[in-house]
């Protein structure tokens, strides 16, 4: 977005919200493939399910960055909407959603909008979080979709 563009779409903006969009500097803003998280950070669907359903799940912070329609639809039990991380309002909504959790906060990122090669919204979702410090972040490995990576699959949706 050129800075007249961008100045005249701050302007429309309450400002509290374009105070958050300044704020947002991350080299990924654009879409980029889910293929650059490392492996170690990734977890299939069958054990981020199995995860989830240990007594002691509560204490993971799940965070839906995807699309509102994706989330309102179906999502994983327990999870926060925080915006699709592809565009500055999502990382503004990321940004917000973990402001006040400690960086050592063990977080679960998940989109499933489209194939992993193909999502807009991880790579975005995992840098933000990586440059505010935190260091105990995972992702879902949804290869093809929510729908039939999660749902179908009959893993706890709300």
């Excluded at 410090?133 to 990576?149: K, L, Q, S, T």
Aim: hydrophobic share 45%; proline share 8%; glycine share 8%.
């Amino acid at each position: 977005m050129q800075d007249s563009t961008r100045r005249r779409f701050l302007q429309q903006l309450p400002a509290g919200l374009a105070a958050a969009l300044l704020a947002v500097r991350s080299p990924r803003l654009h879409a980029e493939s889910a293929t650059t998280i490392p492996q170690s950070a990734l977890l299939e669907p069958a054990a981020a399910a199995a995860l989830l359903q240990k007594p002691d799940a509560g204490h993971w912070m799940i965070l839906q960055v995807g699309f509102r329609s994706m989330f309102d639809q179906q999502h994983i039990r327990g999870a926060v909407y925080a915006g699709p991380a592809s565009q500055p309002t999502g990382q503004a909504l990321l940004r917000s959603a973990v402001a006040s959790l400690p960086r050592t906060a063990p977080i679960l990122l998940y989109c499933g909008c489209c194939p992993w090669t193909h999502c807009p919204n991880i790579a975005p979702a995992w840098d933000l979080l990586h440059g505010m410090g935190f260091r105990n972040v995972h992702v879902i490995h949804i290869a093809g979709n929510f729908g039939d990576d999660w749902v179908a699959k009959g893993y706890p949706v709300a």
